[in-house]
Protein backbone atom coordinates (compact mmCIF):
# COMPACT_ATOMS: atom_id res chain seq x y z
CA UNK A 1 0.00 0.00 0.00
CA UNK A 2 1.20 3.61 -0.90
CA UNK A 3 -0.23 6.99 -0.01
CA UNK A 4 -1.70 8.83 -2.94
CA UNK A 5 0.54 11.48 -4.47
CA UNK A 6 1.17 14.12 -2.50
CA UNK A 7 4.35 17.05 -2.42
CA UNK A 8 6.93 17.09 0.10
CA UNK A 9 8.55 20.39 1.22
CA UNK A 10 11.18 19.99 4.68
CA UNK A 11 11.20 22.59 7.20
CA UNK A 12 14.37 23.95 8.47
CA UNK A 13 12.45 26.15 11.31
CA UNK A 14 9.12 26.46 12.56
CA UNK A 15 8.27 30.48 10.82
CA UNK A 16 9.00 27.88 7.47
CA UNK A 17 6.96 24.91 8.52
CA UNK A 18 4.16 27.85 9.70
CA UNK A 19 4.51 29.47 6.48
CA UNK A 20 4.44 26.61 3.98
CA UNK A 21 1.53 25.36 6.24
CA UNK A 22 -0.48 28.39 5.76
CA UNK A 23 0.33 28.54 2.04
CA UNK A 24 -1.69 25.37 1.41
CA UNK A 25 -4.05 25.10 4.30
CA UNK A 26 -5.90 22.37 6.00
CA UNK A 27 -4.95 20.24 2.60
CA UNK A 28 -1.45 20.37 4.03
CA UNK A 29 -0.25 18.31 7.11
CA UNK A 30 3.29 18.13 8.91
CA UNK A 31 4.79 15.40 9.56
CA UNK A 32 6.34 14.60 12.49
CA UNK A 33 6.68 10.77 13.65
CA UNK A 34 4.09 9.59 11.29
CA UNK A 35 2.66 6.70 12.65
CA UNK A 36 -0.94 7.59 12.89
CA UNK A 37 -0.84 9.84 9.64
CA UNK A 38 1.17 7.63 7.60
CA UNK A 39 -0.47 4.57 7.88
CA UNK A 40 -4.14 6.92 7.73
CA UNK A 41 -2.40 8.05 3.78
CA UNK A 42 -1.41 4.29 2.87
CA UNK A 43 -5.44 3.69 3.65
CA UNK A 44 -6.23 6.99 2.07
CA UNK A 45 -8.36 8.08 5.28
CA UNK A 46 -6.10 11.29 4.38
CA UNK A 47 -5.16 12.50 1.27
CA UNK A 48 -2.90 15.77 2.04
CA UNK A 49 -1.99 17.30 -0.85
CA UNK A 50 1.43 18.91 0.99
CA UNK A 51 3.41 17.49 3.87
CA UNK A 52 5.36 19.74 5.65
CA UNK A 53 8.27 17.85 7.37
CA UNK A 54 9.47 18.95 10.60
CA UNK A 55 11.77 16.30 11.81
CA UNK A 56 15.02 18.24 10.97
CA UNK A 57 14.26 21.90 12.93
CA UNK A 58 16.42 22.05 15.36
CA UNK A 59 15.64 22.39 19.16
CA UNK A 60 12.12 21.28 19.07
CA UNK A 61 13.31 17.94 20.81
CA UNK A 62 13.57 19.54 24.23
CA UNK A 63 12.35 18.62 27.74
CA UNK A 64 12.63 20.70 30.44
CA UNK A 65 11.25 22.15 33.48
CA UNK A 66 10.18 25.20 33.50
CA UNK A 67 7.72 27.62 35.77
CA UNK A 68 6.12 24.64 37.34
CA UNK A 69 5.88 22.57 34.19
CA UNK A 70 7.27 20.00 32.38
CA UNK A 71 7.85 21.35 29.16
CA UNK A 72 7.73 19.06 26.27
CA UNK A 73 8.65 19.97 22.36
CA UNK A 74 6.81 18.84 19.07
CA UNK A 75 9.66 16.04 18.38
CA UNK A 76 10.16 14.27 21.98
CA UNK A 77 9.39 10.86 20.83
CA UNK A 78 7.05 8.49 23.24
CA UNK A 79 10.41 6.51 23.52
CA UNK A 80 12.27 9.35 25.00
CA UNK A 81 8.95 9.53 27.87
CA UNK A 82 10.26 6.11 28.44
CA UNK A 83 13.59 6.19 29.70
CA UNK A 84 13.50 9.68 30.64
CA UNK A 85 13.55 10.19 34.77
CA UNK A 86 11.53 13.72 34.07
CA UNK A 87 8.14 12.31 33.08
CA UNK A 88 6.22 11.74 36.09
CA UNK A 89 3.25 10.27 37.76
CA UNK A 90 0.02 8.93 35.44
CA UNK A 91 2.79 10.30 32.38
CA UNK A 92 5.68 8.04 33.28
CA UNK A 93 2.57 5.52 33.70
CA UNK A 94 1.28 5.86 30.24
CA UNK A 95 4.37 6.12 28.13
CA UNK A 96 5.30 2.59 28.15
CA UNK A 97 1.70 1.31 26.83
CA UNK A 98 1.65 3.84 23.93
CA UNK A 99 1.43 1.80 20.82
CA UNK A 100 4.86 -0.88 20.25
CA UNK A 101 8.67 -0.43 21.53
CA UNK A 102 9.38 0.45 17.24
CA UNK A 103 6.20 3.00 17.21
CA UNK A 104 7.65 4.89 19.81
CA UNK A 105 10.91 5.18 18.44
CA UNK A 106 9.01 7.51 16.12
CA UNK A 107 5.63 8.64 17.01
CA UNK A 108 5.73 11.98 19.05
CA UNK A 109 3.65 13.24 22.15
CA UNK A 110 2.89 16.85 20.36
CA UNK A 111 2.07 14.66 17.03
CA UNK A 112 -0.51 12.27 19.40
CA UNK A 113 -2.27 15.41 20.95
CA UNK A 114 -2.29 17.05 17.73
CA UNK A 115 -4.62 14.17 16.16
CA UNK A 116 -6.82 13.97 18.43
CA UNK A 117 -7.97 10.53 18.37
CA UNK A 118 -10.74 9.64 21.07
CA UNK A 119 -8.45 6.22 21.21
CA UNK A 120 -5.22 8.02 21.38
CA UNK A 121 -3.70 7.71 25.16
CA UNK A 122 -1.56 10.78 25.68
CA UNK A 123 -4.94 13.34 25.56
CA UNK A 124 -6.75 11.53 28.76
CA UNK A 125 -2.74 12.37 30.60
CA UNK A 126 -3.36 15.82 29.55
CA UNK A 127 -6.61 15.82 31.10
CA UNK A 128 -5.68 14.57 34.38
CA UNK A 129 -3.16 16.71 35.00
CA UNK A 130 -4.57 19.96 33.32
CA UNK A 131 -1.80 20.48 30.59
CA UNK A 132 -1.43 23.32 28.17
CA UNK A 133 -0.80 23.14 24.71
CA UNK A 134 1.46 25.44 22.91
CA UNK A 135 0.60 26.45 19.17
CA UNK A 136 2.83 28.57 17.14
CA UNK A 137 1.07 30.21 14.25
CA UNK A 138 2.33 33.43 11.48
CA UNK A 139 0.65 36.26 14.21
CA UNK A 140 2.46 34.69 17.15
CA UNK A 141 1.87 32.21 19.93
CA UNK A 142 -0.93 31.35 22.32
CA UNK A 143 -1.28 28.09 24.95
CA UNK A 144 -4.55 26.48 24.70
CA UNK A 145 -5.60 24.53 28.05
CA UNK A 146 -6.22 20.90 26.59
CA UNK A 147 -9.60 21.00 27.43
CA UNK A 148 -10.63 23.89 24.97
CA UNK A 149 -7.91 22.18 22.50
CA UNK A 150 -9.68 19.07 22.45
CA UNK A 151 -12.86 20.02 19.67
CA UNK A 152 -14.06 16.29 18.78
CA UNK A 153 -12.82 13.23 17.05
CA UNK A 154 -9.81 14.09 15.22
CA UNK A 155 -10.66 17.79 15.76
CA UNK A 156 -8.37 20.73 17.60
CA UNK A 157 -8.62 23.93 18.60
CA UNK A 158 -5.63 24.42 15.73
CA UNK A 159 -6.02 27.05 12.91
CA UNK A 160 -4.85 25.66 9.33
CA UNK A 161 -1.65 27.65 9.94
CA UNK A 162 -0.96 26.95 13.45
CA UNK A 163 1.44 24.21 14.47
CA UNK A 164 2.01 22.50 18.10
CA UNK A 165 5.72 23.41 19.49
CA UNK A 166 5.06 22.05 22.67
CA UNK A 167 3.10 20.94 25.90
CA UNK A 168 3.36 22.05 28.72
CA UNK A 169 2.32 19.03 31.72
CA UNK A 170 2.25 20.79 35.31
CA UNK A 171 4.74 19.81 38.05
CA UNK A 172 2.69 19.70 41.41
CA UNK A 173 4.74 21.10 44.55
CA UNK A 174 3.15 18.92 46.57
CA UNK A 175 3.15 15.24 47.35
CA UNK A 176 1.35 13.77 44.18
CA UNK A 177 1.31 10.95 42.36
CA UNK A 178 -0.74 9.12 39.36
CA UNK A 179 -1.57 5.91 36.88
CA UNK A 180 -2.58 5.14 33.72
CA UNK A 181 -4.45 1.72 33.73
CA UNK A 182 -4.64 0.50 30.10
CA UNK A 183 -6.60 -2.48 28.98
CA UNK A 184 -5.22 -3.56 25.62
CA UNK A 185 -5.87 -7.01 23.00
CA UNK A 186 -2.25 -7.04 22.27
CA UNK A 187 0.67 -4.79 22.77
CA UNK A 188 0.37 -1.94 19.79
CA UNK A 189 -3.73 -2.38 19.68
CA UNK A 190 -5.86 0.68 20.71
CA UNK A 191 -7.02 0.85 23.62
CA UNK A 192 -10.04 -1.13 24.68
CA UNK A 193 -10.70 1.16 27.83
CA UNK A 194 -8.10 3.04 29.79
CA UNK A 195 -8.26 5.37 32.63
CA UNK A 196 -5.67 8.20 33.54
CA UNK A 197 -5.80 9.35 36.86
CA UNK A 198 -3.49 12.17 38.91
CA UNK A 199 -3.85 13.35 42.66
CA UNK A 200 -2.12 15.75 44.59
CA UNK A 201 -2.05 15.85 48.32
CA UNK A 202 -2.35 18.41 50.39
CA UNK A 203 -0.01 19.84 53.08
CA UNK A 204 -2.86 18.80 55.38
CA UNK A 205 -3.39 15.08 53.90
CA UNK A 206 -6.84 15.84 51.60
CA UNK A 207 -6.53 16.02 48.23
CA UNK A 208 -5.61 19.25 46.58
CA UNK A 209 -5.99 18.29 43.40
CA UNK A 210 -7.82 15.27 41.29
CA UNK A 211 -8.04 14.19 37.45
CA UNK A 212 -9.70 11.67 36.12
CA UNK A 213 -9.77 10.64 31.89
CA UNK A 214 -11.13 7.98 30.18
CA UNK A 215 -9.81 6.50 26.89
CA UNK A 216 -11.74 5.07 24.06
CA UNK A 217 -15.06 5.51 25.80
CA UNK A 218 -16.39 7.89 23.61
CA UNK A 219 -15.76 10.36 21.28
CA UNK A 220 -13.01 12.05 22.65
CA UNK A 221 -11.36 11.40 25.17
CA UNK A 222 -13.61 12.05 28.62
CA UNK A 223 -12.78 14.22 31.38
CA UNK A 224 -14.33 13.13 34.52
CA UNK A 225 -15.10 16.40 35.87
CA UNK A 226 -17.40 15.10 38.53
CA UNK A 227 -15.57 12.34 39.88
CA UNK A 228 -12.47 14.87 40.24
CA UNK A 229 -14.78 17.38 42.25
CA UNK A 230 -15.71 14.63 44.49
CA UNK A 231 -12.37 13.95 45.28
CA UNK A 232 -10.76 17.42 46.03
CA UNK A 233 -10.94 18.29 49.46
CA UNK A 234 -11.73 14.82 51.03
CA UNK A 235 -8.66 12.63 52.21
CA UNK A 236 -7.78 9.28 50.15
CA UNK A 237 -9.86 6.32 50.79
CA UNK A 238 -11.63 3.54 49.14
CA UNK A 239 -15.15 4.42 49.83
CA UNK A 240 -14.30 7.89 48.27
CA UNK A 241 -12.29 6.10 45.22
CA UNK A 242 -15.44 3.58 44.62
CA UNK A 243 -17.83 6.45 44.65
CA UNK A 244 -15.73 8.38 41.92
CA UNK A 245 -15.09 5.40 40.23
CA UNK A 246 -19.37 5.29 39.98
CA UNK A 247 -19.10 9.07 38.67
CA UNK A 248 -16.55 7.92 35.79
CA UNK A 249 -18.63 4.50 34.83
CA UNK A 250 -21.55 6.80 34.58
CA UNK A 251 -19.52 9.53 32.56
CA UNK A 252 -18.42 7.00 29.80
CA UNK A 253 -20.44 6.45 26.49
CA UNK A 254 -18.57 3.29 25.76
CA UNK A 255 -20.02 1.34 22.29
CA UNK A 256 -20.18 -2.39 21.40
CA UNK A 257 -17.03 -3.35 19.32
CA UNK A 258 -15.03 -6.06 18.40
CA UNK A 259 -13.53 -5.54 21.51
CA UNK A 260 -15.86 -5.73 24.22
CA UNK A 261 -19.68 -4.88 25.06
CA UNK A 262 -20.22 -1.57 26.16
CA UNK A 263 -21.36 -2.98 29.28
CA UNK A 264 -18.35 -4.58 30.01
CA UNK A 265 -15.97 -1.58 29.09
CA UNK A 266 -18.34 0.45 31.62
CA UNK A 267 -17.56 -2.46 34.58
CA UNK A 268 -14.11 -2.30 33.27
CA UNK A 269 -14.07 2.17 33.58
CA UNK A 270 -15.30 1.32 37.20
CA UNK A 271 -12.93 -1.12 38.23
CA UNK A 272 -9.98 0.68 36.50
CA UNK A 273 -11.03 4.41 38.10
CA UNK A 274 -10.55 2.91 41.59
CA UNK A 275 -7.14 0.98 40.93
CA UNK A 276 -6.07 3.57 39.14
CA UNK A 277 -6.35 5.98 41.70
CA UNK A 278 -5.74 4.40 44.44
CA UNK A 279 -1.80 3.68 42.78
CA UNK A 280 -2.16 7.38 42.30
CA UNK A 281 -3.02 7.78 46.27
CA UNK A 282 -0.36 5.27 47.23
CA UNK A 283 2.36 6.83 45.00
CA UNK A 284 1.60 10.32 46.56
CA UNK A 285 1.81 8.91 50.27
CA UNK A 286 4.64 7.57 49.40
CA UNK A 287 6.64 10.96 49.34
CA UNK A 288 7.82 13.08 52.40
CA UNK A 289 5.60 15.82 52.90
CA UNK B 1 13.02 14.47 -5.02
CA UNK B 2 16.57 13.73 -5.11
CA UNK B 3 17.61 11.83 -1.83
CA UNK B 4 20.76 9.40 -0.71
CA UNK B 5 20.16 7.04 1.49
CA UNK B 6 23.22 4.82 2.68
CA UNK B 7 21.93 1.54 2.88
CA UNK B 8 24.10 -1.00 4.72
CA UNK B 9 27.00 1.56 4.48
CA UNK B 10 26.71 1.70 0.98
CA UNK B 11 25.41 5.50 -0.60
CA UNK B 12 22.71 5.13 -3.26
CA UNK B 13 21.51 8.62 -4.53
CA UNK B 14 18.27 8.87 -6.60
CA UNK B 15 15.34 10.12 -8.00
CA UNK B 16 12.34 9.20 -5.53
CA UNK B 17 8.35 9.96 -5.68
CA UNK B 18 7.57 11.60 -1.87
CA UNK B 19 4.82 8.42 -1.35
CA UNK B 20 7.70 5.82 -1.97
CA UNK B 21 7.76 4.14 1.06
CA UNK B 22 11.29 3.23 2.85
CA UNK B 23 10.47 -0.46 2.93
CA UNK B 24 9.79 -0.44 -1.07
CA UNK B 25 12.99 2.17 -1.31
CA UNK B 26 15.11 -0.61 0.19
CA UNK B 27 13.38 -3.55 -1.59
CA UNK B 28 13.00 -2.83 -5.55
CA UNK B 29 15.27 0.74 -5.69
CA UNK B 30 18.02 -0.73 -3.74
CA UNK B 31 17.37 -4.39 -4.68
CA UNK B 32 17.92 -6.11 -0.87
CA UNK B 33 14.50 -8.29 -0.45
CA UNK B 34 15.82 -9.29 2.67
CA UNK B 35 13.19 -6.28 4.65
CA UNK B 36 9.88 -8.09 4.58
CA UNK B 37 6.43 -6.57 3.79
CA UNK B 38 4.14 -8.31 6.32
CA UNK B 39 0.92 -6.32 7.50
CA UNK B 40 1.93 -3.43 5.87
CA UNK B 41 -0.40 -1.56 8.23
CA UNK B 42 2.67 -0.90 11.28
CA UNK B 43 1.54 -3.88 12.94
CA UNK B 44 3.54 -6.69 12.76
CA UNK B 45 7.33 -5.23 12.53
CA UNK B 46 8.68 -7.62 9.32
CA UNK B 47 10.00 -4.49 7.84
CA UNK B 48 11.99 -3.34 10.57
CA UNK B 49 15.26 -1.79 9.72
CA UNK B 50 17.34 0.38 11.63
CA UNK B 51 17.51 3.93 10.48
CA UNK B 52 20.93 5.63 12.37
CA UNK B 53 21.05 2.58 14.86
CA UNK B 54 17.10 3.30 16.03
CA UNK B 55 14.76 0.02 14.94
CA UNK B 56 11.74 1.46 12.96
CA UNK B 57 9.00 -0.11 10.76
CA UNK B 58 9.65 1.06 7.55
CA UNK B 59 6.48 0.67 5.94
CA UNK B 60 6.00 3.56 8.06
CA UNK B 61 8.61 6.01 7.07
CA UNK B 62 8.66 7.50 3.38
CA UNK B 63 12.26 7.09 1.48
CA UNK B 64 12.35 11.10 1.46
CA UNK B 65 12.14 11.07 5.51
CA UNK B 66 15.87 8.89 5.17
CA UNK B 67 17.59 11.31 2.72
CA UNK B 68 21.27 11.59 4.62
CA UNK B 69 20.40 8.62 7.05
CA UNK B 70 22.03 5.67 7.64
CA UNK B 71 20.08 2.45 6.85
CA UNK B 72 20.57 -1.05 8.50
CA UNK B 73 18.83 -4.30 7.04
CA UNK B 74 19.28 -7.78 7.85
CA UNK B 75 22.01 -7.69 4.70
CA UNK B 76 24.17 -5.50 6.65
CA UNK B 77 24.30 -7.85 9.91
CA UNK B 78 27.09 -9.98 8.17
CA UNK B 79 30.25 -8.19 8.55
CA UNK B 80 33.79 -9.56 6.65
CA UNK B 81 31.98 -12.81 5.82
CA UNK B 82 31.52 -13.30 9.55
CA UNK B 83 27.90 -13.69 10.67
CA UNK B 84 26.87 -11.34 13.04
CA UNK B 85 26.62 -12.93 16.90
CA UNK B 86 22.79 -12.47 16.87
CA UNK B 87 22.64 -14.90 13.57
CA UNK B 88 25.04 -17.34 14.80
CA UNK B 89 22.81 -17.18 18.01
CA UNK B 90 19.42 -17.49 15.69
CA UNK B 91 20.88 -20.44 13.78
CA UNK B 92 22.41 -21.83 17.21
CA UNK B 93 19.23 -21.76 19.09
CA UNK B 94 16.62 -22.11 16.78
CA UNK B 95 15.02 -18.74 17.00
CA UNK B 96 13.15 -19.44 13.63
CA UNK B 97 10.63 -21.82 11.86
CA UNK B 98 9.10 -19.88 8.65
CA UNK B 99 11.66 -17.30 9.04
CA UNK B 100 9.26 -14.49 8.06
CA UNK B 101 9.74 -12.41 11.04
CA UNK B 102 13.56 -13.34 11.23
CA UNK B 103 14.89 -10.24 9.52
CA UNK B 104 12.98 -7.71 12.10
CA UNK B 105 13.37 -9.61 15.27
CA UNK B 106 17.19 -10.21 14.51
CA UNK B 107 17.84 -6.09 13.75
CA UNK B 108 15.57 -5.58 17.18
CA UNK B 109 17.49 -8.12 19.13
CA UNK B 110 20.80 -6.62 17.77
CA UNK B 111 19.68 -2.80 18.47
CA UNK B 112 18.70 -4.40 22.30
CA UNK B 113 22.26 -5.93 22.99
CA UNK B 114 24.03 -2.66 21.81
CA UNK B 115 22.09 -0.93 24.89
CA UNK B 116 21.35 -3.64 26.69
CA UNK B 117 24.29 -5.95 27.25
CA UNK B 118 22.84 -8.97 29.61
CA UNK B 119 19.09 -8.22 28.67
CA UNK B 120 16.44 -10.26 31.06
CA UNK B 121 13.68 -12.17 29.49
CA UNK B 122 11.26 -9.87 30.62
CA UNK B 123 13.71 -7.27 28.34
CA UNK B 124 13.65 -9.23 25.28
CA UNK B 125 10.18 -9.89 25.47
CA UNK B 126 9.57 -5.89 25.99
CA UNK B 127 12.27 -5.12 23.19
CA UNK B 128 9.99 -7.74 20.45
CA UNK B 129 6.61 -6.26 21.37
CA UNK B 130 6.15 -5.09 18.39
CA UNK B 131 7.19 -7.66 16.03
CA UNK B 132 5.17 -10.43 15.33
CA UNK B 133 5.96 -14.21 14.68
CA UNK B 134 3.17 -15.89 13.34
CA UNK B 135 5.05 -19.49 14.24
CA UNK B 136 4.76 -18.28 17.77
CA UNK B 137 8.27 -18.89 18.44
CA UNK B 138 8.88 -16.63 21.06
CA UNK B 139 10.78 -19.05 23.26
CA UNK B 140 13.70 -19.56 21.44
CA UNK B 141 13.81 -16.01 19.75
CA UNK B 142 14.17 -14.69 23.04
CA UNK B 143 16.53 -17.19 24.29
CA UNK B 144 18.62 -16.38 20.51
CA UNK B 145 18.55 -12.89 21.53
CA UNK B 146 19.95 -13.33 25.33
CA UNK B 147 22.80 -16.25 23.69
CA UNK B 148 23.80 -13.34 21.08
CA UNK B 149 24.05 -10.43 24.50
CA UNK B 150 26.01 -13.24 26.14
CA UNK B 151 28.43 -13.91 22.99
CA UNK B 152 28.34 -10.04 22.37
CA UNK B 153 29.48 -8.91 25.59
CA UNK B 154 33.38 -8.07 25.94
CA UNK B 155 35.87 -10.00 28.01
CA UNK B 156 33.54 -13.10 27.79
CA UNK B 157 35.20 -16.44 26.61
CA UNK B 158 33.49 -17.46 22.89
Known sequence: ?289 | MEVTVTVNGAAHTGEVEPRLLLVDHIRRVVGLTGTHIGCDTTSCGACTVLVDGTPVKSCTVLAVQADGRSVTTVEGLKTNGQLHPIQEAFSAEHGLQCGFCTPGMMLVGAALIEQNPAPSDEEVRWAISGNLCRCTGYMNIVKAIQAAAGAAAPGEDQ
Not at chain 1, 101 to 116: E, I
Not at chain 1, 218 to 236: D, F, H, M, R, Y
Open chain 1, 1 to 289: MFPSQFDYVVAASVEEAIAAKAEGGDETRFLAGGQSLLPMMKIRLATPAKLVDINRIAGLDHMERADGHLRVGALVRHAQLVASGDTLGVMASAAPWVSDPLVRNLGTLCGSVAHCDPEGDWNSVLLATGADVVARGPGGERTIPIGSFIRGPFTSALADDEMVTEVRIPVPQDRSGGAYLKLERKVGDYATVAVAAHLVVAGDGTIGEAGVALTSVGPSNVKVTAAEQVLVGQPPGEELFAEAAELAAAAAEPRSDVRGTADWKRQVVRTYTRRALTAAAAEAMAQAS
